[in-house]
């Protein structure tokens, strides 16, 4: 099944789960059968929540505040976003959500064992129809173990910085991950990238961006060889298949930081979606491993890609389906 034959209320992790095995031409992954997955390098944002020097110098993810009950902005850092909510914003309880919203995450409104990081004010639905009171807005399956977990998610725009209400722990994802059929083209997703975004007692899962009280069964970390067709043996995340074999990875938001499980010296949220180049700190990306020099990538198929942003670094490369060793020598 591809992302395209998604239809209305289907799940936006049914493609990391379902990864086809497929290789372009030119070796660009293809997502879901019917899309390219993001090996598409684009420098780590400056804006937002984070930027590389966060990441290379201590963790920071930017200043937050707590919701806005009532809708119409939302600030998570520092400025105004007269035009987000009431949906997706964040939230404890149903009471800091306006228009009737519950608050998913909040004692009542849970998605099995998953919970999104931070709270995400949402109505339930069955199609996109009963979302149609938010423009643009869609209806996702939130857990991907559960058809029934539909609820309306909010619209978003490539590239904009503080698109989401400026969530560190909401990512704007593409519709065709999404599987949705109105006229929106993205839409405002919960993504936990770190335990630390998530409540006590829970963890984040890199398989479904959400946190959870279950930890990953795997013990593979991220860029670690894997077999795509066998049970998750990723420790964060979900074994990505390039074909002829695997490497674990995990979806992430850009700007977030810290972002991959929490360890930017390993890797970053470097690869994005083909025709994404313009994604900003709030847009989805995969996590991709650091490295001197191809061996570092674990992977026959993939190449150490020298980054200018990372110049400096112990790392100063991203394992990538494109040419060109960042260094032929690990030792250096």
């Known amino acids: 099944m591809s992302c395209a034959d998604l239809g209305a209320g289907a799940s936006l992790h049914d493609c990391a789960r379902s990864l086809c095995v497929a290789l372009a031409s030119g070796l660009i992954l293809l997502f879901g059968c019917s899309g390219p997955l993001p090996t598409r390098y684009v420098a780590s944002s400056t804006g937002g929540n984070g ?24 600030s998570n850092d520092g400025g105004p976003l007269a035009n987000f909510g009431p949906l997706g914003l964040r939230c404890k309880t149903d009471g800091e959500c306006s228009d009737g919203l519950i608050c998913l995450g909040a004692a009542g409104h849970k998605l099995g064992i998953y919970v999104p ?17 938010f423009d643009g807005a869609a209806c996702i399956q939130m857990n991907p173990n559960d058809e029934k977990s539909l609820y309306c998610a909010p619209p978003c725009t490539i590239g ?10 909401v990512a704007c994802w593409p519709s065709s991950a999404l599987g949705a059929v109105n006229t929106m083209s993205r839409a405002c997703v919960p993504t ?26 795997g013990d593979a970390n991220l860029g670690a060889n894997c077999n795509a067709q066998a049970t998750n043996p990723c420790k964060f995340g979900f074994c990505l298949d390039l074909g002829s074999s695997g490497v674990c990875s995990a979806f992430c938001r850009r700007g977030t930081f810290p972002q991959c499980g929490g360890d930017e010296e390993v890797a970053l949220c470097s690869w994005v979606p083909d025709g994404d180049d313009a994604a900003g700190a709030a847009d989805i990306g995969l996590c991709a491993l650091r490295c001197r020099c191809d061996a570092d990538c674990n992977d026959s198929t993939l190449r150490c890609e020298g980054r200018a942003d990372l110049v400096g670094s112990a790392y100063p490369g991203i394992c990538s389906a494109t040419s060109g060793p960042a260094d032929t020598n690990c030792s250096t």
């Open 51 to 74: 930027n590389v020097a966060n990441a290379m110098g201590g963790h920071s993810s930017g200043g937050t505040s707590g919701p806005t009950a009532g809708g119409g902005s939302s």
């Open 117 to 133: 990081a931070g709270g995400f004010c949402t109505e339930g639905c069955n199609g996109d129809s009963d979302c149609a009171s």
């Open 160 to 169: 904009n910085d503080h698109a989401c209400g400026n969530r560190d722990d």
């Open 192 to 217: 936990c990238n770190s335990d630390e975004q998530c409540p006590s007692g829970t963890t984040c899962d890199g398989e479904v961006n959400l946190c959870s009280t279950t930890p990953q069964s």
